[in-house]
């Protein structure tokens, strides 16, 4: 069965810094891989996407992820780190040709001034 | 372009309850799924809907319940209310024909209570 790792549930940055996010998968197949960020009493935003072709995927605030088949890892990193970039952020895999994800138990991220 | 609406946004139950919430899918989306998100936890699949019947099962009881409309949107059922059923209740609309790939657009959510 597919499932999803978050190391560390709470990650904090100073403004400035590298954010890193991990996520680990398991599947017997190369998935779709997903970012998504949810802030306080909202829904789900997708981040960005790994289907197929170029491993390093570039995503919306200036977030980015880089699909490892070999480490079955899909890290999220931000060089710069922003106080609008604190919020929760899950991980999420699934099986191509289906919409049902497994999610991560998500990384609550803490910008500090 | 209109995304996923849900609603209530709010509500509170007790115990032994039923409750329906709906959702309307994005603009030219014809798959809805439904997902349970507890406190401190990652969404967890329940069920999805595509063409109006039933896709695909997470591990829920029967007494969650879902429809899906002829104009795609839906409801999610649950009888029987139990405290464990306290949750955001997450609604996503998705097209296999939109050229986004297994991706899902989520509502804001519905925030269930149990008493």
């Known amino acids: 069965a597919q499932s999803v790792t978050q190391l560390g549930s709470h990650v904090s940055v100073s403004e400035g810094a590298l954010v890193l996010l991990r996520c680990n998968y398991s599947s017997s197949v190369p998935p779709y891989l997903f970012w998504y960020v949810q802030y306080p009493n909202q829904g789900l935003q997708l981040l960005l996407k790994y289907t197929t072709g170029a491993t390093l995927v570039k995503g919306i605030n200036g977030f980015e992820a880089e699909f490892k088949k070999s480490e079955t890892s899909f890290h999220l990193t931000k060089p710069s780190a922003h106080m609008s970039d604190a919020a929760e952020y899950f991980c999420a895999v699934s099986d191509r040709g289906t919409y049902k994800y497994i999610f991560g138990t998500g990384t609550r991220l803490k910008v500090l001034a | 372009e209109t995304g996923v609406t849900q609603s209530p946004t709010h509500l509170i139950k007790t115990r032994g309850q039923q409750v329906t919430l709906r959702c309307s899918s994005q603009s030219g989306h014809n798959t809805v799924s439904w997902y349970q998100q507890a406190l401190g936890q990652g969404p967890q699949f329940i069920f999805q809907y595509y063409r109006e019947e039933e896709n695909g099962r997470g591990n829920f009881p029967p007494r969650f319940s879902g429809l899906q409309f002829p104009n795609y949107s839906s409801e999610l059922n649950v009888n029987a209310l139990e405290l464990d059923d306290s949750a955001l209740y997450l609604c996503?609309?998705?097209?296999?024909?939109?050229?986004?790939?297994?991706?899902?657009?989520f509502g804001e959510g519905s925030r269930l209570t149990v008493l």
């Open positions: 996503a609309s998705s097209s296999g024909t939109s050229g986004t790939v297994g991706e899902l657009f």
